[in-house]
């Protein structure tokens, strides 16, 4: 198959197909509509001769040749980058895409020192362009994993291989309640887990049973996957949850939130740098490493 660059626009859009499990929800980061996308779609299966994807009222699904294909693209577009990457190299700048993957509510934490990396990474010449996307912990590995990101930080519960792991800072997450809820005005000598594990919990749903088992929640009432959800269920007072401390100090300054027992339950987790384990390392992707293990005052070697 000889390649075009109309081939190349077509699995690009099959790409962000692919990555937002369907249609619809491609059509924002692809700026176009579901008609023209599947348009793109029909006229690769077309070209390849074999279907890519299953849509219908079951939902979306890649078919195994799909999943070949996908994986085939991915490699391509990683070639190209490096592509523009050597081509870059004879003017001595910087240049192409480079994507980094965020958990989320990392905003606020002072411990977070990305703004810093980036005012690093900007005051050298480059004409490189930044996407910065927001995922949850396991998603955003599976990108990595998958080349689709170059790099990302967060917290892992479980880490997966084929990636590396760099600390790089820790946050501590203490369990709050809202004014309205029954524990907000009990002494905090009074709060035991006993006496919690009777309470709604919200849960995170990528914990691991044995890790909710170590906090004493075992059987969560909510479960959320980022942390602006658990936030808004534990101020309806309806439930308990556990928020990291920066996210919280604002609504505890305000008495919209209380710590229970700050100190005696809560718990700590580590932010890692996380990168694809043998994968050629974009000029890019090296500089921005260098820049973020800079700023949280690590080695850069």
């Known amino acids: 198959m000889n390649l075009s660059g109309s081939d190349l626009t077509t699995l690009r859009v099959f790409d962000a197909v692919a990555r937002h499990k369907g249609f619809a929800a491609a059509q924002a980061d692809l700026n176009i509509g579901s008609t023209t996308i ?20 079951e939902g979306f699904c890649l078919t195994e040749q799909g999943e070949a294909v996908l994986a085939a693209a991915r490699r ?12 870059a190299d004879l003017g001595r700048q910087i240049t192409g895409t480079l994507r980094i993957g965020l958990v989320d509510s ?11 990396a980036i005012a690093r990474f900007q005051a050298r010449p ?15 590995q599976e990108k990595l994993r998958a080349g689709v990101l170059h790099l990302g930080i ?34 905090d000598a009074d709060i035991s887990m006993r006496r919690i594990k009777g309470e709604a919990i919200v849960g995170r749903g990528y914990w691991r049973e044995e890790f909710a088992r170590n906090l004493g929640f075992e059987a969560p009432a909510a479960v959320v ?42 718990y ?5 740098l996380v990168t694809r384990k043998a994968a050629p390392q974009l000029r890019a992707a090296a500089a921005m490493l260098t820049a973020i293990r800079a700023a949280h005052g690590l080695p850069t070697d």
């Not at 480059?126 to 955003?140: F, G, I, S």
């Not at 700590?268 to 890692?272: A, K, P, W, Y």
């Open 154 to 187: 967060g917290s892992f519960p479980h880490k997966l291989p084929g990636l590396r792991y760099e600390p790089l800072y820790s946050e501590t997450h203490s369990l709050y309640c809202a004014p309205t809820h029954a524990l907000f005005s009990v002494p």
């Open 225 to 266: 996957y980022q942390i602006e959800p658990q936030l808004i269920l534990i101020r309806s007072g309806a439930y308990l949850g556990f928020l990291p401390d920066h996210v919280a100090a604002r609504w505890v300054a305000d008495r919209a939130l209380r710590a229970l027992a700050p100190g005696k339950i809560s």
């Open 126 to 140: 480059n004409a490189v362009r930044l996407e910065v996307t927001e995922d949850p912990p396991q998603v955003l």
């Open 38 to 57: 599947s348009n793109h779609i029909r006229a690769l299966e077309d070209r390849l001769g074999v279907r890519l994807c299953s849509r219908g009222r």
């Open 106 to 116: 990392v905003a606020s934490d002072p411990n977070m020192r990305l703004p810093d």
């Open 268 to 272: 700590r987790c580590t932010f890692d």
């Open 76 to 87: 391509l577009f990683a070639a190209l980058d490096g592509f523009s990457e050597d081509v």
